[in-house]
């Protein structure tokens, strides 16, 4: 199992224990290389295959989603650095973030 999944399975069973009905909102998001369009599309499938996966783990549930995707729009680390590459804020931009209330 990818670290990736791993992750994904973790959340499952704590959103089961904290979250026993409710919705869980999942956004998605992308670094900025490549057209807006293209990484908006992105961000959401990104965020839909979570989705897709704790719907996949979770089974029958009284919880919902929300999902979203945000492109590039909400860095969490610079894309560039000095007018060069930042690959590893590049890498921290691609991410999806779930919060759920209890």
């Given at each position: 199992m990818s670290r990736s999944a791993e992750r994904v399975a973790a959340l499952a069973?704590?959103?089961?224990?904290?979250v026993p009905a409710g919705e869980a909102v999942i956004h998605g998001h992308t670094d900025?290389?490549?057209?807006?369009?293209?990484?908006?599309?992105?961000?959401?499938r990104r965020a839909e295959a979570?989705?897709?996966?704790?719907?996949?783990?979770?089974?029958?549930?009284s919880?919902?989603?929300e999902v979203?995707?945000?492109g590039e729009a909400r860095p969490v680390?610079?894309?560039?650095?000095d007018g060069r590459d930042n690959p590893e804020g590049r890498?921290?931009?691609?991410?999806?973030?779930?919060?759920f209330d209890r």
């Open positions: 069973v704590a959103l089961v224990l904290v900025s290389v490549g057209d807006a369009q293209s990484n908006l599309t992105l961000s959401r979570v989705r897709a996966e704790l719907v996949r783990l979770l089974g029958a549930t919880v919902s989603f979203r995707g945000f680390a610079p894309n560039r650095v890498a921290r931009n691609r991410r999806v973030e779930i919060r």
